[in-house]
């Protein structure tokens, strides 16, 4: 069971209060979360929304998906050669007890619940009137008076770089839906998934609060002649099609299909990824810490480049995910992380 997890010396009553610190922490702190959800919904007079199941129903049949098949790849490795289905399932079923299932399912369902929550705050802030002249501002004064996105464009060209960034870009929604499942999937200690789902979960708060805090649409739509340049891409479509949702949100918030998705500071691409760099950092993954490193540098780049975002919300997505990563160990009552592996 979990509780094989604790230190030898552990009293039963000592090891039950550290299991349970985990899931009272988390849920105490989502169950907040949704709250604020519940009340900013009766103050604008819009119920929550799940648009085609996007946010719940599909991304919860998407993690299972993942989640199965992260625990089948592990059985395989963990088996050995040479392989059977019997050592496989008789691997499985050692480490997946249904405590541990029931364990871990309440992490990522924590985090679904978040997940929504965040989408519909994101969605009504958009009702609010937007701040990008300061951010533009913002962004002037730190380079001396000239536009990163200009600047970047000058550097790299306009050309072959946008259809890179635009790749690199997009790789990020793929990364983002594996990577949490997995965490939870492949952690040896169940701690530890809550530790990484606790990240998660107050990165996507605290990018909510920073939404609330200076509402903003990005460069694109209040700069749009430093983005005329670039190619058409399927980036632009996706702007437009943002800016049509914006749009009718505006116009008839309490349509059935108002929903909007748009909203600039702070970059959540930069903050989760940022997380996502947390995870294998905790996990004492060197080669994969580099990498990831290397993957947040670039989506830094691509989100100025291809104008969703100022240079400032990117340094507000890194500096709300390292604060996510200072919150989640102590809300679910972890303190160190795993030694390095022998």
């Known amino acids: 069971m979990i509780a094989r997890e604790s230190t030898p010396t552990s009293s039963p009553a000592t090891t039950s209060r550290l299991w349970l610190a985990g899931p009272i922490g988390l849920w105490a702190v989502v169950g907040t979360f949704v709250l604020l959800g519940v009340i900013r919904s009766v103050q604008v007079d819009v119920p929550f929304r799940d648009p085609h199941g996007a946010y719940w129903w599909s991304r ?96 790299l060209g306009e050309h072959v770089a946008a259809w890179i960034l635009f790749v690199w870009y997009e790789t990020f929604p793929t990364l983002v839906v594996v990577a949490f499942p997995a965490c939870v999937a492949l952690a040896k200690r169940v701690k530890d998934a809550y530790v990484c789902i606790a990240a998660f979960v107050w990165v ?78 905790w996990h004492r993954m060197r080669l994969a810490t580099i990498a990831m490193t290397i993957f947040v540098a670039g989506t830094m780049v691509a989100t100025v480049y291809l104008g969703w975002h100022f240079f400032v919300d990117d340094l507000a997505g890194l500096a709300i995910a390292a604060l996510a990563w200072i919150l989640g160990p102590p809300t679910v009552g972890v303190r160190r992380r795993p030694v390095r592996s022998s």
Request: hydrophobic residues 50%; charged residues 15%.
């Open 60 to 155: 919860v049949e998407l993690t299972a998906s993942i989640f199965v098949g992260c625990v089948l790849l592990e059985g395989i490795v963990r088996a050995g050669l040479p392989l059977s289905p019997a050592r496989v399932w008789s691997v499985i079923r050692e480490k997946w007890t249904v405590g541990r299932l029931v364990y871990s399912w309440g992490a990522l369902l924590a985090y679904h619940a978040t997940y929504l929550t965040y989408h519909n705050l994101k969605s009504w802030n958009d009702l609010r009137t937007p701040r990008d002249g300061m951010l533009l501002d913002w962004d002037r004064a730190l380079f001396f008076g000239h536009s990163p996105a200009v600047l970047i464009h000058d550097l």
């Open 204 to 281: 996507w708060m605290l990018g909510t609060g920073t939404y609330y805090l200076i509402p903003s649409l990005g460069p694109f739509h209040s700069a749009p002649q430093e983005f005329s340049g670039l190619p058409h891409m399927p980036i632009q479509d996706t702007q437009a099609r943002y800016m049509g949702q914006w749009e009718n949100l505006r116009a008839d918030p309490h349509a059935h299909d108002a929903f909007a998705q748009v909203a600039a500071f702070a970059s959540l691409h930069v903050g989760v990824a940022a997380v996502i760099l947390g995870v294998v950092w």
